[in-house]
């Protein structure tokens, strides 16, 4: 069976394109899916993706994740710096998570620095645009492989 991955995308990450392009370039989240669903079908991946300015929207898709996903790529956006709800809920369901940013969180104002979703993912990729999303993916196969192997007698 195609191990399934979710790709969930916070806060205002719907105006990508448009919204201060100087900081997150000019690539649309509609794009950057259709990108992730393309390479997703050639890495013989089943892949969807979720868009939601609102937290408990997120809670509730990351709670029905549970027993259905194998692998999660979350962009948590502004939630990323404040959002207990969030974390815990990834903690809840134990789905192996990547956190994506599109722009370097150092390397910008200091309340961005802090991650409360990072304790709870298995690492972060952050500051290489769309790319990001794309390196998330082919480590989400490694780790889904690596893992299946682990499970063979
Ligand atoms: C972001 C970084 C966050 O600090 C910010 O609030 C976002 C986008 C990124 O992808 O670089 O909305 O997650």
């Given at each position: 069976m195609k191990k399934?991955?979710?790709?969930?995308?916070?806060?205002?990450?719907n105006l990508l394109g448009q919204r201060e392009t100087d900081v997150y370039g000019y690539a649309t989240l509609e794009a950057i899916d259709s990108e992730l669903l393309r390479e997703a079908g050639e890495l013989g991946l089943e892949l969807e993706t979720f868009q939601s300015n609102h937290e408990g929207a997120l809670v509730d898709r990351i709670q029905e994740a549970?027993?259905?996903?194998?692998?999660?790529?979350?962009?948590?956006?502004?939630?990323?710096?404040?959002?207990?709800?969030?974390?815990?809920?990834?903690?809840?369901?134990?789905?192996?998570?990547?956190e994506v940013h599109l722009s370097n969180i150092y390397r910008r104002e200091d309340f961005r620095r802090h991650s409360?979703?990072?304790?709870?993912?298995?690492?972060?990729?952050?500051?290489?645009?769309?790319l990001g999303y794309r390196l998330a993916l082919r480590a989400a196969?490694?780790?889904?492989?690596?893992?299946k192997e682990a499970d063979r007698p």
């Open positions: 399934r991955i979710l790709v969930i995308h916070g806060p205002n990450l549970s027993g259905k996903v194998d692998f999660i790529i979350f962009n948590p956006a502004a939630f990323t710096h404040y959002s207990v709800s969030l974390r815990d809920a990834l903690q809840a369901v134990k789905i192996p998570v990547i409360l979703i990072a304790p709870a993912a298995l690492g972060q990729i952050c500051g290489l645009g769309p196969r490694e780790y889904l492989e690596r893992d």
